[in-house]
């Protein structure tokens, strides 16, 4: 927390405006458009999941439709094809930025076509906050006239030149959930392209309420709109969002220095000047052929004993128990990723003692 928060909160609590409805919600969503800029209207839910879900209510997707989708991921970009009774076909990842491989995704969509299946959207992902090919994937997208959902839920304050992460798409998700960039406990938001189009956004997520003083009810709706009260930790976020980047980027940069001299360790870096990545988490390789047999897991349970969390990357989707019968295009990119990768302590509140004991045990590991 910046600090801030707590005003934001306590007038949502002087003003009684306790409820999905009130002032911060309008506040939140107005600081929001201003951040990502392009003419973007934004609606702020309950979780970048929810906003997920909205988009593909939004562009039709129901049973027995296909969506593609990054597999190299966070189950949250995926899970809510499924609400809708569609089905999900997984595209691999490339290696400079570990997001969707545009020639995978082509791949996929020409054999989708030639099973008489045209795929109802992509779902590309900014993982860790490094933006996707942005260019080559519109271009696949745009040849194929399939909409993008552009998950942007680890990359707020990302860039690709210049333009703001979450403004590429023909949707965007963002998410506040408690781990990400800047939280309101719990969130998200949709971004839209058009005021319509977040009106309806808005309309689902207050349960499709009909124009009537009665309760009235056409479509199916949901329970997903933010409350005043996180929209309130929201704004107070709003105000601490470039620091937390520039903190992040900070860690990166230890990390980068670290790295620099050790053999065998790649860490997943900006692959050129046009890429600016927030950095959320600070994310390795282990090559274990050049670090004389030291891998990933043994680096890990090597912090730990330093009592130092690390995590293994996300595990791809296609390799998912509850996945495992869907259709997947691409090689090993994500599953090496998977086996071969780590997430360092990246969070904006470590200091100078904590990064000093997160290099020397990094050192005592590669020492040997
Ligand atoms: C966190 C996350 C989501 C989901 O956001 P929630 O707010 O947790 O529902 C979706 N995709 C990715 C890549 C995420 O990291």
């Known amino acids: 927390m910046g600090g801030q928060e707590e005003e934001f909160v306590a007038k949502a609590f002087r003003e009684n405006w306790i409820a999905p409805l009130g002032p911060n919600l309008n506040g939140f969503e107005s600081d929001l458009e201003n951040y990502i800029g392009n003419d973007k209207h934004i609606a702020v839910l309950s ?12 562009l039709g997707v129901s049973e027995g439709d296909e969506v593609i989708c990054q597999s190299f991921t966070f189950c949250g970009s995926a899970n809510p094809i499924m609400y809708q009774g569609a089905s999900p076909v997984f595209v691999d990842s490339e290696p400079s930025t570990w997001n969707i491989c545009p020639k995978a995704l082509e791949t996929a969509i020409l054999d989708r076509l030639d099973k008489g299946k045209t795929p109802k959207a992509i779902i590309p992902v900014h993982l860790y906050g490094m933006p996707y090919l942005i260019e080559e994937v519109a271009a696949v997208a745009a040849k194929y006239n399939i909409p993008i959902i552009e998950d942007a839920a680890e990359s707020l304050g990302s860039t690709y030149k210049s ?9 965007a998700a963002l ?8 939280t309101t406990s719990g969130g998200g938001a949709l971004v839209c392209k058009s005021q319509p189009t977040k009106k309806r956004a808005v309309f689902y997520s207050t349960q499709a309420r009909d124009d009537a003083p009665h309760y009235q009810h056409s479509e199916i709706g949901f329970n997903y ?4 009260v996180s929209a309130g930790i929201g704004r107070g976020q709003m105000l601490v969002l470039e620091k937390h980047v520039a903190l992040r980027r900070e860690m990166h940069q230890f990390y980068q220095e670290i790295f620099a001299k050790i053999d065998g360790i790649t860490v997943l870096t900006e692959p050129s000047e046009d890429y600016f990545s927030n950095h959320w988490l600070t994310a390795i390789l282990v090559n274990p052929s050049k670090t004389q047999g030291i891998d990933r897991e043994q680096m890990r349970l090597h912090l730990e004993t330093y009592n130092i969390e690390s995590r293994p990357l996300w595990k791809p989707m296609h390799l998912q128990p509850v996945f495992a019968d869907r259709p997947y295009y691409g090689t090993n990119v994500a599953e090496e990723l998977f086996e071969n990768g780590l997430c360092l302590p990246s969070g904006s509140n470590l ?3 904590d990064r000093k004991r997160i290099k020397s ?8």
Do not use: Y
């Open 361 to 368: 045990a990094i050192l005592e590991l590669f020492k040997k």
């Open 351 to 353: 200091e100078d003692p």
């Open 163 to 171: 333009q703001k992460c979450g403004s590429f798409g023909d949707f």
């Open 225 to 228: 709109r933010m409350s005043n």
């Open 175 to 182: 998410s506040f959930n408690g781990n990400k960039i800047i």
């Open 47 to 58: 979780s970048g999941t929810a906003a997920i879900h909205l988009a593909l209510v939004q």
